[in-house]
Structures are given as structure tokens and as C-alpha cells.
């Protein structure tokens, strides 16, 4: 009965390679985010959907693309992987207001 | 664009001692602002919010205050415990165009409750 759930926990992989992450929320919400926490824990905002629609997109590199098929889920895939995409990645979801609710995260290691 | 910042970036406190961490923003659209709590390994959770409207909020050992004049807002932690070690988060939001909300997070405060 995970609220917001990310997958993979972890992720491993060479540079140059293209990897996808995947969340999906159950709590019913209109609003999903990406962001994105380096390794002196700064979190930042990548993207945010509301309802399906693109709402906030941060500077984020065109490698970095979206997809949100329906209300309740959010994807995020990543071409060309760097090193220094390396971070954890955090989903999260809304009512309003702001009140966000955020996934277990996945940590992104790129050798 | 919004700017959040937090202080001070570590604190160390005995246990059943209080704790009080600051932070400041610049938008004033801004009319929401959260703390979180991130535990190692998790992602971070709400512990205490307040808006605009609202000048103190209390939730049993958590207190959160809000200077909207000022633009400054603390979150004060009483009779703090073991558990309580973990990294707090301020954050201010604000709406946006097309819905939803922007959350920005200040630079998180690493707390320490020693025995």
C-alpha cells in the first residue's frame, strides 16, 4: 500500500548508456514532481505534470525527458548518461499547496 | 526566482535540549512553507507546515513560526530525542501557471541528538 513508489531503488550503469526510473503514486493526486538530491543533499526541482500536462521544467539538460502516461504515474528517462548525473532521484506527489509527498528515492551511480 | 536559505547547516544538541533552525526567502508570492524530515537512506517527509496567513503553528514538541514582514520562518524542536537525528528541511512554495504548486527547498540542516 506504498503511497509514492519508485523503481529501481538503485541503478548502476556506464557512461553513454540510457536508463529510465519509474513512479507511480496511489493517493489519487493531480501533481507529480522529479527532483533531484546531489551529494551535499541539495534537493532541487526538475519537472513537475499536473495532470498530465508539463508544468515546471527546471534547467534541466534535453537528455533528461518526462513521460507521464496518466495521472498516477510519472517516468523519468535519461540519454546519454554523465557522471555527473549521478544523485538520487526523488518522485513526489501533491494535493495542492505544495504538501508533497515523496518516493524512497533511487540512487543513480554512473561509472 | 525563489531563494531559500538555511541555517545553520549542522547542529548538535544533548538529548532533551531544544533545537531551533532558521531560514529566510526572498518571493513574496511565496504563501506556504513546510519542513521536512529526511532519515538516511529515506526520502524526506512532512513533519509541520504553515501558511501565510498563520504567524505560529504547534504540533506536540514542534513548533514552526512565520515573519512573512520579515520573510523569515524557524522550526523549533523541544525535549528533543535520539530519533530526532536527521536532516531537516525548510521549504517555501509558491503557485504556478497550469496548477500545482513550486516547492523551494533551502539547503537542509543536519541534526544531531546526542546522548
Known amino acids: 500500500d506504498t503511497a509514492v513508489s519508485q523503481t529501481p531503488k538503485y541503478l548502476v550503469t556506464q557512461m553513454g548508456n540510457d536508463k529510465s526510473i519509474k513512479c507511480e503514486q496511489n493517493?489519487?493526486?493531480?501533481?507529480m514532481y522529479w527532483y533531484k538530491q546531489d551529494s551535499k543533499k541539495f534537493l532541487k526541482i526538475m519537472f513537475s505534470?499536473?495532470?498530465?500536462?508539463?508544468?515546471i521544467n527546471e534547467t534541466v539538460p534535453n537528455r533528461f525527458s518526462p513521460k507521464s502516461p496518466d495521472k498516477a504515474h510519472l517516468n523519468l528517462h535519461i540519454n546519454s548518461l554523465e557522471l555527473g548525473d549521478s544523485a538520487v532521484y526523488f518522485c513526489?506527489?501533491?494535493?495542492?499547496?505544495?504538501?508533497?509527498?515523496f518516493g524512497s528515492g533511487t540512487q543513480l551511480s554512473v561509472l | 526566482g525563489e531563494n531559500v536559505e538555511q541555517h545553520p547547516s549542522t547542529l548538535s544538541v544533548q538529548e532533551g535540549d531544544s533545537a531551533v533552525i532558521k531560514c529566510t526567502y526572498s518571493?513574496?508570492?511565496?504563501?506556504?512553507f513546510p519542513w521536512y524530515k529526511q532519515e538516511l537512506g529515506k526520502g524526506p517527509q512532512l513533519i509541520i507546515d504553515?501558511?501565510?496567513?498563520?504567524g505560529e503553528k504547534k504540533d506536540q514538541r514542534i513548533a514552526v513560526t512565520l515573519n512573512k514582514t520579515a520573510k523569515h520562518f524557524s522550526l523549533h524542536i523541544t525535549e528533543t530525542q535520539p530519533e530526532d537525528s536527521a536532516v531537516y528541511f525548510c521549504?517555501?512554495?509558491?503557485?504556478?501557471?497550469?496548477?500545482?504548486?513550486?516547492?523551494?527547498f533551502g539547503t537542509g540542516t543536519q541534526l544531531k541528538v546526542e546522548l
Open positions: 513526489a506527489s501533491s494535493p495542492d499547496r505544495g504538501k508533497l509527498f
Open positions: 493517493l489519487g493526486h493531480d501533481t
Open positions: 505534470y499536473n495532470n498530465k500536462e508539463l508544468i
Open positions: 518571493d513574496s508570492a511565496s504563501n506556504y
Open positions: 504553515i501558511r501565510s496567513n498563520v
Open positions: 521549504a517555501a512554495s509558491r503557485r504556478v501557471t497550469g496548477g500545482g504548486n513550486k516547492l523551494t
